[in-house]
């Protein structure tokens, strides 16, 4: 259990000391965080938070936003940008953007069975049938909609043309060694989630996010989108992530035919000044590394200057670089 801790420690709560803000560690015994609030109402499991069609170019393009957010305005500048190239659908999960999360699984369902995944790649699935996409691109920010997007890829390759994960983590780095699947799935069903996750605060677990810079090189625009990641309840957010955490699909990778490129944070002086020793930058662990595994399957382009949402601290660069995939 200590070593699992003191990873915990390296993962989740060593981002807050970039932002020079006490770690708080509090715990709360009469909290449970991995259950919805009692009278919660859920989202229904063949639903989705909200679809919005923009543009009308020849090329369908899926968006799909993480960390709790609405892919419409994740998004905004990629839209106005490529309205003439790409017909798009910006996809925002249960849960997510103010909508009504998914019912949590029964007790003991393990996070790496990817409940709420699933329940996601069935709908975006059947949306590509309501709306007769052909082989649409799927585009993704940050963790969960990474993997949501390379396992419809792995599941079904002969119905989209290729996934582009912006600032995506292919897998959580949560050990020194590597870790099979079921010493991971162990890790966090029986000692992160239950002995941690559950009974943090909201204080706690909003001093241990990601530190603004991570999010953008853009300082305001960091705050920005770190106070809204906040926002979101921590249930909603937590459930995704630890599935994310509990799974490692690098070993199904194998079977990969669709083409992926992964646009990686390059970050910014100015977050790493905040972390002399590179031992400790952990945050390029989570978002460049993490392509490692994955060889020549991921063709990989880290853009310097730029947070998770390289998108939006880099648009043009981002722009070229999926007009550029696209057409090859």
């Known amino acids: 259990m200590m070593a699992w801790l003191t990873v915990l420690l390296l993962t989740v709560a060593m981002p807050s000391m970039a932002q020079r803000k006490k770690r708080i560690m509090k715990q709360d015994t009469s909290i449970n965080n991995l259950v919805h609030p009692p009278g919660y109402q859920t989202m229904p499991i063949h639903q989705i938070g909200k679809v919005q069609k923009f543009g009308g170019g ?3 393009v899926i968006l799909i936003a993480g960390l709790g957010l609405a892919s419409d305005k994740v998004f905004a500048q990629f839209i106005k940008d490529n309205s003439s190239k790409y017909t798009m659908y910006a996809i925002t999960l249960a849960g997510y953007g103010g909508t009504q999360a998914y019912p949590m699984p029964p007790a003991g369902t393990s996070y790496a069975e990817l409940t709420w995944h699933k329940h996601s790649q069935k709908v975006i699935l059947g949306l590509m049938k309501k709306y007769n996409l052909k082989k649409p691109v799927i585009i993704t920010n940050s963790q969960t909609p990474t993997l949501i997007g390379l396992r419809i890829a792995l599941e079904h390759p002969e119905k989209i043309k290729a996934i ?38 909201g204080e706690t677990w909003d001093s241990n996010m990601w530190d603004d810079l991570v999010y953008s090189s853009n300082a305001q625009n960091g705050k920005r989108l770190s106070d809204e990641i906040n926002a979101v309840p921590v249930p909603n957010l937590l459930r995704y992530m630890i599935e994310h955490w509990a799974y490692d699909v690098t070993t199904e990778l194998d079977k990969l035919k669709v083409p992926v490129l992964a646009i990686a944070p390059g970050f910014s002086k100015a977050l790493d000044d905040l972390y002399p020793e590179a031992s400790k930058r952990f945050y390029r662990t989570a978002y460049i590394d993490t392509w490692k595994p994955a060889g020549d399957k991921v063709k990989v382009v880290v853009v310097k200057n730029a947070g998770v949402f390289v998108h939006q601290d880099q648009p043009a660069k981002v722009n070229q670089l999926v007009e550029e995939f696209i057409k090859r």
């Open 58 to 60: 020849p090329q369908e």
């Open 164 to 201: 582009v994960a912006i600032g995506g983590e292919l897998v959580r780095k949560l050990a020194p060694q590597k870790l099979t699947p079921k010493q991971r799935q162990m890790g966090i069903d029986v000692q992160m989630a239950p002995m941690w996750f559950k009974t943090v605060t």
